[in-house]
């Protein structure tokens, strides 16, 4: 829970494109630094085959796999495991920068639902986070798909979870330079296609979910649909059109920013817990 | 016949047949479609809830494009005593099993099927559900 702000400080700001992944079958933490060498290796290889992302000069691709200790929720969940893939440019081996082109972190936050019931081989860590090409994900997933017996998918978000993170977080207590809540729309069934974008001012929206929410700190269904309902209202009042006819497909507001193909981008760290713990809740519906 | 809403225009209720079943359909990826139906039911009398009305929910192949949660849904049957169907209309097999389904369940409710009533049938699905 006490989780250090520095250490987790480049997870902030990025936009990290999410998956579920089923329990890492014989996973040892002891073995990270095997892991990073096979990894590489398997990375090399691929590139020989021509599967190569960068065209051109050929760059070493180095591997870091680390442990992040106090990235997870309960005692019963495992730490995070965190991937890192660096260009390192054979001119000047020595002084010259690795440059990060990829990272990707697996984690598990309150994950107790699923490693609950899953025998002792297996860990769970079924949040997956990538933030780079697509070509070093699927790269890494294949790896990890063939070394430890798991199966990675893309996890969506469903309008009704999107809707569940504007209630939870547009309630919460801003800084001065709070930016405003946005929810962006796309209208089905259009010969060309139509995206509505809804910007509400953050403290309009905090003091409607403020009347709504009954008990600080927790939050019910009735409460979100109650919210979203005043929301779709105003909208209609002004300008005729039934948003709760259309898809909600992206939310922004000052502390998540989440599209529903599974894209998040969490800005600060305060909240960095509460959002991993909904996604993994997202991630393990997703497996089961 | 097929409304978007409840009441249906007066001005043809002479020309009207007798209304054997009535299907509220429900599309999961639209909360307003829910609205909508839940503000056509207090147009619907009594006497339809015996057997006469049912619950479509289309939509449902899409998970990830839920804007409702199917536990309304279940609970708006339950208080309106009558049968929820889910199915999804994109797919031609499913879309022909659930036709000939409510095909079934009107010939049940217009008393088309000998020794079978509209509430009968109904409270035969209703403790189906309930296990």
């Not at chain 1, 909240?271 to 519906?285: K, Q, R, V, W």
């Not at chain 2, 036709?99 to 409710?109: E, T």
């Amino acid at each position: 829970e006490n989780v250090d702000p520095q250490k987790t400080a480049f997870l902030l700001r990025k936009a990290w494109t999410l998956y579920s992944v089923t329990p890492l079958y014989r996973f040892h933490r002891a073995r990270l630094r095997d892991y990073a060498r096979l990894l590489s290796a398997f990375i090399a290889a691929e590139k020989q085959k021509g599967l190569a992302v960068e065209v051109g000069v050929e760059l070493d691709v180095k591997v870091v796999v680390s442990s992040l200790a106090d990235l997870r929720g309960s005692e019963q969940d495992q730490a995070a495991v965190l991937v890192q893939l660096s260009l390192r440019s054979q001119a000047s081996s020595r002084n010259s920068e690795d440059k990060l082109v990829w990272s990707g972190w697996f984690c598990s936050v309150y994950g107790d639902d699923l490693s609950e019931n899953v025998p002792e081989d297996f860990t769970c860590l079924p949040l997956f986070l990538t933030h780079g090409a697509e070509s070093y994900t699927s790269m890494v997933g294949s790896w990890f798909q063939k070394t430890f017996d798991c199966c990675f998918r893309r996890l969506a978000i469903s309008p009704l979870n999107l809707s569940w993170m504007v209630a939870m977080w547009a309630g919460c207590k801003l800084d001065r330079a709070a930016s405003a809540v946005e929810l962006v729309f796309s209208v089905p069934r259009l010969s060309q296609p139509l995206d509505i974008s809804y910007a509400i001012h953050p403290e309009d929206a905090k003091a409607l979910w403020d009347t709504i929410q009954k008990t600080p700190g927790e939050i019910t269904q009735e409460e979100v649909d109650v919210f979203m309902d005043c929301l779709y209202a105003h909208f209609h009042r002004h300008f005729k059109i039934h948003l709760s006819a259309a898809k909600l497909v992206k939310i922004s507001t000052a502390v998540v920013s989440a599209h529903c193909d599974g894209i998040v981008k969490i800005l600060q760290s305060q909240y960095l817990p509460g959002a991993l713990m909904l996604l993994t809740e997202l991630a393990i519906s997703q497996i089961q | 016949h097929i409304a978007t809403s409840l009441p249906l225009p007066s001005e043809r209720d002479h020309f009207r047949p007798r209304i054997d079943l009535i299907v509220f359909m429900i599309d999961i990826k639209s909360k307003y479609s829910l609205k909508n139906v839940e503000a056509s039911l207090a147009h619907v009398d009594a006497s339809f809830f015996l057997g006469k009305v049912c619950f479509l929910v289309t939509g449902v192949g899409r998970v990830n494009a839920c804007s409702i949660e199917t536990n309304a849904v279940c609970k708006l049957g339950e208080a309106y005593c009558s049968p929820v169907l889910f199915c999804e209309l994109e797919l031609e097999g499913i879309r022909v099993a659930t036709a000939q389904r409510l095909l079934r369940m009107l010939q049940i409710c217009a008393g088309h099927i000998p020794g079978v009533s509209a509430l009968s049938f109904v409270s035969l699905m209703r403790t189906f559900d309930d296990d």
